[in-house]
Every structure is written in structure tokens, then in C-alpha cells.
């Protein structure tokens, strides 16, 4: 998990208290590892805005800072991803991971 720095903590603030919490939660994902939209959903206390989650992610501005790539569907799938290459960008990221 890298630290983020507080310049980003200031700019998240620019942003809905629900992306902030999305955003944090992801911030604390480890390389290499994956959390479904689910998953974060209840770890930020709403356990049934796990399709919100994907919107936070999605308009996430702070990423690769934010890897909003490591959150993926409940059956194992990449789910969506609006980062360079869309789908194939985001498997290609985790699968990179992976390696390390």
C-alpha cells in the first residue's frame, strides 16, 4: 500500500464523502491483491451501493495513486474499467502485480 500524500487527501476533499471513502478503502488494497465492488461496499458501511462503488471508481482522478484496477466483480471477473485499454488495460495491470 503506498501512503498517499496529503495533497491528494486535500483533493479528495473537492469530492462526495462516498467517492472519498471508495477511494480509501482501494487505497488500502496491497499490490497484488483484489477486493470485489461488494467487498468494498461493506467496508465502507453500505453494503448494498456496491454498483456506486463502481462509479466512484470510475471518476477517480488520483489513479494509479488510487488503484481502483484491483476492485473487481464478486465472480472473479474484471468488471469495468475506464483506465487506458479499458478491460485488457485493467487485467494487464493485475496481472503485472502478480508477478512482482
Given amino acids: 500500500m ?3 500524500s496529503q495533497k491528494i487527501l486535500r483533493d479528495m476533499k473537492k469530492h462526495p464523502l462516498f467517492f472519498q471513502k ?6 488500502e488494497i496491497p499490490a497484488g491483491q483484489t477486493r470485489s465492488y461488494k ?3 461493506i467496508k465502507i458501511g453500505t453494503p448494498k451501493a456496491y454498483r456506486a462503488v463502481g462509479t466512484a471508481l470510475k471518476r477517480n482522478p488520483f489513479a494509479p495513486i488510487i488503484p481502483c484496477h ?3 466483480k464478486s465472480d472473479g471477473t ?5 483506465g487506458k485499454n479499458g478491460i485488457r488495460g485493467k487485467i494487464k495491470l493485475l496481472k503485472k502485480e502478480k508477478l512482482k
Fill in 70 to 72: 484491483r476492485v473487481i
Fill in 22 to 27: 471508495v477511494w480509501l478503502a482501494c487505497s
Fill in 78 to 82: 474484471a468488471g469495468g474499467y475506464s
Fill in 39 to 41: 467487498q468494498i461496499a
Fill in 2 to 4: 503506498k501512503k498517499i
